[in-house]
């Protein structure tokens, strides 16, 4: 590759990652229905043309923009599961990873709730039901990766039986409400994650 087609192709990753962090910022504080294609035109600093050069529609920028995110914190998720570790360990380690992200992306994943509803089907949404399935599945996908820590946890004796479908999405409502209800304080993530983890296997009861 010349010096010439190098910098062009730079060029291209600039303006695509530049459309991009506009639109992140922008459906982070408006959502997915108010934000409009002409505001990411205007904070890019670019034209309506080069935009939809990259995407054909604003539902495939919001939807490129979640599964950016989302990757590498899936892949982080799947790094944890993979450890040699105590299942219970592991539920740490997630629930302070899945802290991280949304407190990094509380706006983006507010964003994303309202569109598909905290995933209950019969609230209104402004996606298809398809669109709405294919969001879903990126969120039901983490959530499944800590479903399958506590399978193990069950398998190995460490956990008692329980319904781990519905054990994992109470944990994780756990952690949604820390983060949008700003419930943080004044706790580092470590110790928030230490918390919840500690309620969620061992309870508040004497015993």
Same mark, same amino acid.
């Given at each position: 590759?010349?010096?010439?087609?190098?910098?062009?192709?730079?060029?291209?990753?600039?303006?695509?990652?530049?459309?991009l962090?506009?639109?992140?910022?922008?459906?982070?504080?408006?959502?997915?229905?108010?934000?409009?294609?002409?505001?990411?035109?205007?904070?890019?600093?670019?034209g309506?043309? #080069?935009?939809?050069?990259?995407?054909?529609?604003?539902?495939q920028?919001?939807?490129?923009?979640?599964?950016?995110?989302?990757?590498?914190?899936?892949?982080?998720?799947?790094?944890?599961?993979?450890?040699?570790?105590t299942?219970?360990?592991?539920?740490?380690?997630?629930?302070?990873?899945?802290?991280e992200?949304?407190?990094?992306?509380?706006?983006?994943?507010?964003?994303?709730?309202?569109?598909?509803?905290?995933?209950?089907?019969?609230?209104?949404?402004?996606?298809?039901?398809?669109?709405?399935?294919?969001y879903?599945?990126?969120?039901?996908?983490?959530?499944?990766?800590?479903?399958?820590?506590?399978?193990?946890?069950?398998?190995?004796?460490?956990?008692?039986?329980?319904?781990? #479908?519905?054990a994992?999405?109470?944990?994780?409502?756990?952690?949604?409400?820390?983060?949008?209800?700003?419930?943080?304080?004044?706790?580092?993530?470590?110790?928030?994650?230490?918390?919840?983890?500690?309620?969620?296997?061992?309870?508040?009861?004497?015993?």
């Amino acid at each position: 590759m010349n010096t010439f087609d190098e910098l062009n192709k730079n060029e291209t990753k600039s303006k695509r990652q530049q459309i991009l962090d506009a639109s992140y910022n922008i459906f982070s504080r408006k959502g997915f229905y108010k934000t409009t294609v002409d505001e990411i035109i205007a904070v890019a600093d670019t034209g309506k043309g #080069t935009v939809y050069n990259y995407f054909v529609n604003k539902e495939q920028l919001f939807y490129t923009i979640v599964k950016e995110k989302h990757e590498p914190f899936n892949n982080k998720l799947k790094t944890i599961y993979a450890k040699e570790l105590t299942a219970a360990e592991k539920v740490n380690l997630m629930v302070k990873a899945f802290l991280e992200f949304y407190d990094d992306n509380i706006g983006l994943w507010r964003a994303l709730m309202h569109e598909i509803r905290a995933m209950s089907p019969d609230g209104y949404s402004d996606f298809d039901e398809n669109q709405v399935k294919k969001y879903r599945q990126i969120v039901l996908d983490e959530f499944g990766i800590l479903e399958d820590v506590l399978k193990e946890g069950i398998a190995n004796g460490e956990f008692k039986e329980c319904l781990t #479908t519905q054990a994992s999405y109470g944990l994780l409502s756990a952690v949604i409400v820390m983060s949008m209800q700003d419930l943080i304080q004044e706790r580092t993530l470590e110790e928030t994650a230490d918390v919840i983890t500690n309620i969620f296997l061992y309870g508040l009861a004497n015993r």
